[in-house]
């Protein structure tokens, strides 16, 4: 059984940074997907960013090209999420997810594995 744990979350002011962690416990196959997503209230949830473990593969969407970057330490076996020049409307609950192949790194419907979320909170 896959478990993803996030934590990192928090309230900052805009133009501040945090980063998020997710650490996965369990087996997962050789090359998998692993993403970031995230639901503002009353919002669906959408992609924030992605990355193949088999390739140099990344996903991000528009509106935190620039801003986030996704990594993972393989060693301790956590992904991370280093977001940079934040802004209110990056108010959200963030999702770690994690899928097998086939995948695709920015469909929400691809990940079958998440995290109980972090809450992040941007304030102006």
């Known amino acids: 059984q896959v478990q993803l744990v996030e934590s990192g979350g928090g309230s900052v002011q805009a133009g501040g940074s945090l980063r998020l962690s997710c650490e996965v416990s369990g087996t997962l196959h050789n090359n998998y997907c692993m993403g970031w997503f995230r639901q503002a209230s009353g919002k669906e949830r959408e992609g924030v960013a992605g990355i193949f473990t088999g390739g140099s593969s990344e996903y991000y969407a528009d509106s935190v090209k620039g801003r986030f970057t996704i990594f993972r330490d393989r060693a301790k076996n956590t992904l991370y999420l280093q977001m940079n020049d934040l802004k209110p409307e990056d108010t959200a609950m963030y999702y770690c997810?994690?899928?097998?192949?086939?995948?695709?790194?920015?469909?929400?419907?691809?990940?079958?594995?998440w995290g109980q979320g972090t809450q992040v909170t941007v304030s102006s």
């Open positions: 997810a994690a899928a097998g192949v086939p995948c695709s790194l920015g469909s929400i419907h691809t990940y079958n594995y």
